[in-house]
């Protein structure tokens, strides 16, 4: 059998290195063909003739490739005049790794193509296909290590400080939710430890190693949340950003998904989070696919979600879904025998670093007489003006403690304290006064709400997402 074109025909250092290279790989490739310009058969070798099991080679010579070869892709490289440098392609049951390249003329034109098959099984790539199977696997664990970095919880349940048989009963609850993988919904005013306690819960479940995503319904556009929650496929939208994106039940996959805020969520999206709770799977925005998801989901509220069932504006069947263990967490007020203890932890937190300070009985009273709307937090905010007043002291007394209580209380010894009763009066930056009047001005917005942030957003004729904007700068 002959070499697919004529060696002497040829002219020029492409002609020749081809002549060069030819015999070479044909030696070491497991066959080699040749086409005309018509992608009829011109060439083929003896060993390819065996691999396709083929009688007599003479026989298909001046047949055209695919009637012999179904799967060949030489007349594209012929009518392209493109190599196609590596490709897999089915012969029966085979899978053969071929190299297909054009030939041309003196003139330039495309006078056919010649194909070699480089391995006529992968078992010589195996050890590569593995290594790159092997590495792509690493990649895929460190890209997900890196994507749940962040997602990982903050707080234990040891960090819900509290003895009071009411702090205990919570904890008491948290634990039995930690043990089983149902919805749990947590109820409380701002500020009493639904995110701790919610984060401990996870941290102390099967789920542990798995992301906790927290959303808060509260500070998202109601034009987003879709987006948000379900994710959105490839090219739905038309705009800047084309790419897919991941919603939260997917990042929260084999983990928790805390809703936090959930009497914020407007009913179309709760008609939808129905649905995927029964269904356990999500269709992101823009496609037309489902896509199976494993989430433990937690839900937190500081609104009356009974009385929202009630009036029809929360869905009776979503609340039930939602609503399978339930824990209540009392207000600070109601369980003002764990100030000292809440105060021994957050000093330690605030003055984490620097020199120790410590509060007097007297001063715990003095708080004990407050009836704290903002709850923890905002025993976090009086006590850390407390400490930035306190001068180096090493105490915190009842003096200094009243004079950071924001205005309105002491309540209920309905003691009307004034401002500033110590020795400085008068001038004091304007920017200190304007926050501070702008927290009182949140606490009391909070207080007269009940603790319902839309409608104290709303007495303070600001959006929602101002109000959360204030509501962190000030805690
Ligand atoms: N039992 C507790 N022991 C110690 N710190 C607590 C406790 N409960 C809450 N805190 C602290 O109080 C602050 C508010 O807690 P958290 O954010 O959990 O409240 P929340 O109920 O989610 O409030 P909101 O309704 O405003 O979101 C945090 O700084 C938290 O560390
Ligand atoms: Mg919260």
């Not at 705009?239 to 179309?268: H, I």
Request: proline share 6%.
């Amino acid at each position: 059998m002959s070499m697919p074109f004529n060696a002497r025909s040829g002219s020029g250092l492409t002609r020749e290195l081809i002549e060069v290279l030819f015999p070479m790989f044909e030696q070491a490739s497991a066959g080699a063909i040749a086409v005309d310009r018509h992608s009829r058969i011109s060439w083929i070798n003896a060993r390819y003739a065996r691999l396709l099991g083929l009688a007599d080679p003479h026989s298909v010579i001046g047949r055209p490739v695919r009637s012999v070869i179904p799967h060949s892709r030489m007349p594209e490289v012929v009518e392209s005049g493109q190599p196609l440098l590596v490709d897999i392609m089915e012969y029966h049951t085979q899978q053969l790794v071929v190299t297909r390249l054009p030939l041309f003329d003196e003139l330039g034109r495309v006078s056919g193509a010649v194909a070699f098959v480089l391995y006529d099984d992968l078992q010589p790539l195996t050890p590569l296909v593995s290594k790159y199977r092997r590495l792509h696997q690493d990649l895929q664990a460190a890209k997900r290590a890196l994507a749940s970095h962040g997602r990982r919880t903050r707080y234990q349940l040891g960090d819900f400080a509290g003895a009071t048989p009411a702090a205990l009963e919570v904890k008491r609850r948290a634990r039995l939710a930690a043990g089983r993988d149902m919805p749990v919904l947590l109820l409380g005013e701002t500020g009493t430890g639904k995110e701790v306690l919610a984060q401990s819960i996870h941290a102390l479940s099967s789920r542990a190693e798995g992301p906790f995503v927290g959303v808060n319904l509260a500070a998202i556009p109601d034009s987003l949340l879709e987006a948000e929650f379900f994710g959105v496929a490839p090219g739905a939208y038309t705009g800047a950003d084309k790419r897919s994106r991941e919603g939260k039940f997917q990042l929260a996959n084999g983990g928790t998904l805390f809703l936090d805020e959930v009497g914020d969520m407007p009913l179309a999206l709760q008609a939808k989070l129905l649905r995927v709770l029964q269904e356990q799977e999500v269709e992101p925005l823009g496609s037309n696919r489902v896509v199976p998801v494993n989430v433990r989901v937690m839900a937190a509220t500081s609104r009356d979600l009974g009385a929202m069932v009630a009036d029809g504006s929360f869905r009776s069947d979503l609340y039930y879904r939602l609503n399978v263990l339930e824990i209540a967490i009392p207000p600070l007020r109601q369980r003002l025998g764990d100030l000292g203890i809440l105060c021994e932890v957050l000093l330690e937190e605030i003055c984490a670093g620097g020199s120790r300070v410590e509060i007097t009985d007297a001063g715990i009273a003095a708080l004990g007489r407050y009836h704290w709307p903002g709850n923890i937090r905002e025993l976090r905010n009086v006590l850390e003006r407390a400490w930035t007043m306190s001068e180096e002291a090493e105490l915190l007394d009842a003096g200094l403690i009243d004079r950071v209580l924001p205005l309105a209380g002491p309540e209920p010894a309905g003691e009307p304290v004034l401002p500033e009763p110590s020795a400085t009066p008068g001038v004091r930056p304007l920017a200190e006064v304007l926050a501070r009047a702008e927290a009182e001005a949140i606490h009391a917005a909070l207080e007269q709400a009940g603790g319902n942030r839309t409608q104290a957003a709303r007495l303070l004729g600001i959006s929602r997402s101002v109000f959360y904007d204030k509501l962190a700068r000030h805690s």
